[in-house]
C-alpha cells in the first residue's frame, strides 16, 4: 500500500504533462486547419465558414490591442521627449531674459540720453510722461544749486543741517532717474528690429560699449524668437500627441491603459486556445477514440490526410499513454482498496482470536467460582454441625433444646 501512495502521485505528475502536450497538440492541429482554411488554394470543408470568421476576427482584435499598446508607448515616450524639450527650452529662454533684463535699461538709458532726436519713433509712446519727471529732475537740480549757494553763506554750525538736505535731494532725484529706465525698459519694444536704431549702428554713431550693447540684445532677442518659435511648434506636436493617446483610451496614467490592453490580449489569447484546440480535438476525434484506438483500424495515411498525419499520429499516441496512466491509477487504487480490506480481515481475525480466549478464560473461572462456592457450603454445613455439639455441652437442658430448635431452623433456611 506504501508503494502504492507514492506511485498514484508520480503517475498522475505524468498524466498532467501528458495531457498539457495533448493539448498543444490539438491547438498546433487547429491552427493549421485554420490556416488551411483561410488559403484560397486550400480545402475548406474541415473548418466551418462561422468558425473561420470567428478566428479571423480574434486575430483582428489581438492585432489591433497590439498596434495600440505599440503606440501609446511611442507616443507617451514622444510626449516625454516633448515635455523633456518645453522644460529646456524654458530654462534656456528664462536665462535669456534675465540677460535682457540686465543689458536693455542700460542702452535704453543712454539711447535715450544721447539719441532721443534721433529716435522719435522709439520713444514718442512715452516722451510726454519722461518729460513731466524731467522737469521734477531739473526742479530738484535747482533746489540743489540754492542749497549750495545758502550753504556758502551759513556759519559753521549751520552748514551741518545741510546734509541731510543734500541726502534727501539726491535719492529724490534717483528715484525719478530709475523711474525714467523703468519707464523706458516696459514701453519700448522691437529694439533689434527698430530702422531707427538700426541707423544709427549702421552708420556707427554709437560708441564701442552701445555697439556692443545692441549687438547683444540682437542675438538675446533672435534666440528669443527661436526659443518661442521652437514652443509654438512643441505645443502643436504636444496637442497632436496628446489628441492620439486619448483616441487610443490613454487619460492621465498610460501605463494603466497598456495593462487595460494585455489583459484583453490574455482573454483573446485564450479564446483563440480553445477555438484552436476545440477544432484539432474534434478533428482527432473523426479518426481515433478517447483512447486513442483507430476507429477504422487503419493508420491516417491518405494523400488526402498527409499533411495532418504527424499531428494525428501524436495526438494518437498521447491519447494511448494518457489511458495507459490512468488504467494503472485505477489498479493502484484497487490495490490500495484490496489492502485495506485485508487488513480489516486481520483486524477482524485477531478480534474474534482475542475475545474467543476470553471467553474461555471466563468459563475457567466460572467453574473454578462455582467450585469454590460448594466447597464453602460443604464447609459451612460440617461447622454448623460441630457448633451444635460444642453448645449442647455447656448448656443447660432447656437452652439446649432451644438451642437445638434455633439449630434445626437455621439448617432449613440454609438448605
Known sequence: ME??????????????EYEL?????????GNKLFNDANNPTQD????????????????????????????IKK???????????EKEINSASKTTTKKINQLKPKFLKTLYKDFAPNCPSVFSPVIDEIHQIEAEIATLSEAKSQLEQDKKS??????????????????????????????????VTNIQDNTEIKNL?????????????????????????????????LNEETDFVTKTLSELGVEKNHSKR????????????????????????????EFYDVEGKSLTGKPVDSDALKDYTELLNRSSSLRKEIAKIQYNIQYCEVQEKITYENNKIANAERTIKNSEKSIEEAKARIQEAELNKQKAEDELVSLNLESDKLKAKFADEGSAVETQSETSTEAEENE
Open 75 to 85: 507616443n507617451s515616450d514622444r510626449l516625454s521627449e516633448l515635455n523633456n524639450f
Open 258 to 285: 497598456v495593462s487595460a490592453l494585455n489583459q484583453e490580449i490574455k482573454r483573446i489569447d485564450s479564446k483563440l486556445d480553445e477555438v484552436l484546440k476545440n477544432s484539432g480535438l474534434r478533428f482527432v476525434d
Open 44 to 71: 475548406k470543408t474541415i473548418i466551418t465558414n462561422d468558425e473561420l470568421i470567428e478566428w479571423q476576427n480574434l486575430r483582428d482584435e489581438r492585432e489591433n490591442c497590439s498596434e495600440s499598446i505599440l503606440n
Open 21 to 29: 502536450e495533448l493539448k498543444n497538440s490539438y491547438s498546433n492541429l
Open 154 to 187: 551759513a556759519g559753521f554750525f549751520s552748514k551741518i543741517s545741510f546734509a541731510p538736505k543734500f541726502a534727501s535731494n539726491k535719492r529724490k532725484i534717483s528715484k525719478l532717474e530709475n523711474k525714467i529706465t523703468d519707464i523706458l525698459t516696459k514701453n
Open 201 to 233: 549702428y549702421s552708420f556707427e554713431a554709437f560708441s564701442d560699449e552701445m555697439k556692443k550693447q545692441f549687438e547683444e540684445l540682437s542675438e538675446l532677442y533672435a534666440s528669443m524668437d527661436e526659443s518661442n518659435k521652437k514652443l509654438s511648434s
Open 3 to 16: 508503494n502504492n501512495i507514492k506511485t498514484i502521485p508520480i503517475l498522475r505528475k505524468e498524466m498532467a
